[in-house]
């Protein structure tokens, strides 16, 4: 079995999904036999959520492949980054280390390609949403993604940010969620990818009849593919 390395702390309530996914998707597949191993790097929001705010891009690429070579010199065998909008940077974490990184818009493109889905709907923070180095990898598939309007991309992200990254469930927000994930199904989108580690913890699939894809639970069993080499 090989070593899943996880960035995660962005937030620690999904990367806590990792974990606990990670684990119960290798005893699943090992028959109760094996739980998986991991190098975890848990960074402070804290410290993310200050250079995010202050626009300092280049720290925080820097301060993410410090983090990822802490989890190589840990003996992990891949690494992953628990997080959608960190992916902004997979490029810089890529150069920092010499591990495959297993992309988290790259596996669920998959999950979406396996359904014949040409069109989706993107949900996430707004700059998953509204930057382009998550739909461009649809778009150079031949998937085309939409996203909500405005107002629509603010509430999602302060639901994000005000509520979920406190592990904070309101029913109402998951009301407006799922009557936004309708008006995109309207606008012509064949299912949802819930492109923040953190909305599973209010949408999952019981709560629509849109087909979702949770990028949590793909990315994470792409980590249990790699490390018992599926």
Known sequence: MKTIGLLGGTTWESTLDY??????????RTCNRHTAKIVMYSLDFHDVEVLMNAGKMDELAILLGHAATA??????????VCANTM??????????VNLPMIHIAE?????????????VGLLGTKPAMEL????????????????PDAEE???????????LFLGIIN????NKMTAIMEKLADDGAQGVILGCTEIPLLIKQEHTDIPVFDSTYIHSCAAVDFALNY
């Open 153 to 163: 991309r603010n509430f999602i992200h302060g639901v994000i940010f005000k509520e």
């Open 107 to 119: 596996v669920t493109l998959k999950e979406v390609q396996k359904n014949n889905f040409t069109k």
């Open 19 to 28: 974990y606990r996914i990670i684990n119960q998707e290798t005893m699943k």
């Open 87 to 96: 992916h902004m940077f997979a490029d810089k974490i890529k150069a920092a």
């Open 171 to 174: 029913e109402d927000s998951r």
């Open 132 to 147: 382009d180095f998550y739909k461009n990898i649809f778009h150079e598939n031949g998937v085309e993604i939409i996203i």
């Open 71 to 80: 989890i190589e010199r840990g003996g992990a065998d891949c690494i992953l």
